[in-house]
């Protein structure tokens, strides 16, 4: 195909990008937006701090704009997220730790049942993980142990039994500590039934680290029944760039496509935004940047031509 969704989609795969409601306001990111995915990810208009500023009042009007552009293009939508301790209010984290877990429930059963037949997957835990494989002791944790991981699969799963439930995370495409914390948890949750349908494999990576094992890892998760998808995929560059920095990421995206399309319930890739000139990488990351496909003028990258060959 001609296009990555085009592809993609021969394959019976998605390519996705996020995009913020900002970015639907660019006329240069919309336009790549339409001709080349068929999946978005909202970049932050479904999280707490959007969605639910104060207790029990909630506001989808900006994650509703994403969901009106996705249905207007063709495009699916990845619900993200239900449950993340970043970008969430403080007046959950300051609860009594007797109230957290039905404002958890509460969350997750509002929102869901707002997108419910609207979204094709939900993240519903983002990055409970540390790196080295314990679980973050946040206010979800502090209030309800590792069983809160359990609960908010379970309530998502009831408000909306339609959508694929996914753990997601960072620093988990190769095999290390975190990624074999991970995979205990999930064979666990199964082994209790619970609705994990999937794991996010975020992949914000550093050109010319790609884990060479991430194959490997992605199907020994596939091999447990779930579903496995490249989430956010973006690989940063120490600016300035160089030709030389440039094909090494082209190799790194053509590397992680490849990966994903070797394993069988690898559902599909999503890049964390559209275009280097505005993608979250300069603004976390400060000497870091060009981490997309498309660069600061919209203009296709050897990345791009990568990834599409390797589809
Ligand atoms: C980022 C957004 O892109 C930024 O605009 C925001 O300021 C911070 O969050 N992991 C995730 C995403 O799961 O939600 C994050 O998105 C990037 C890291």
């Known amino acids: 195909g001609s296009t990555l969704k085009a592809a993609a989609e021969s394959g019976g795969h998605y390519f996705g990008t996020a995009l913020t409601d900002g970015d639907l306001g660019v006329s240069g990111e919309t336009s790549i937006a339409g001709a080349q995915f068929d999946m978005v990810t909202p970049g932050n208009e479904m999280k707490w701090d959007t969605t639910e500023p104060s207790n029990g009042s909630y506001n989808f009007a900006p994650g509703d704009q994403i969901v009106q552009y996705a249905q207007a293009n063709g495009m699916r939508v990845r619900g993200h997220n239900l449950v993340w301790h970043s970008q969430l209010p403080s007046w959950v984290s300051s609860l009594p730790l007797n109230q957290v877990q039905s404002v958890m429930e509460s969350h997750i059963t509002t929102e869901a ?73 999930a064979q666990s949750l199964l082994a209790q039934g619970v609705p994990l349908g999937g794991i996010g494999f975020e ?57 994903c399309l070797a394993v069988s319930r690898c559902v599909g890739v999503s890049q964390w935004g559209v275009d280097d000139a505005h993608s979250w990488i300069p603004g976390t990351f400060p000497g870091y940047g060009a981490a997309t496909m498309y660069d600061g003028n919209d203009q296709p990258k050897p990345a791009y031509s990568a990834a599409l060959s390797a589809l």
């Open 113 to 185: 049942t707002h997108y419910k037949g609207k979204v094709y997957s939900w993240d519903v835990i983002n990055e409970p993980f540390n790196d080295d494989g314990s679980l973050r002791q946040d206010v979800f944790y502090q209030a309800m142990g590792s069983g809160y991981l359990a609960d908010a699969l379970r309530t998502a799963h009831a408000a909306d039994p339609g959508a694929k439930l996914y753990i997601n995370d960072y620093n988990i495409e190769g095999e290390n500590a975190k990624s074999n914390a991970l995979y205990s948890l």
């Open 203 to 259: 992949s914000h990576f550093i050109v010319g680290q790609i884990p060479s094992d991430m194959q490997a890892n992605l199907q020994r998760f596939a091999n447990l029944g779930l579903d496995v998808a490249v989430t956010e995929l973006d690989d940063r560059i120490q600016l300035p760039t160089t030709s030389g920095s440039l094909q090494q990421q082209a190799t790194d995206f053509g590397a992680v496509v490849q990966d």
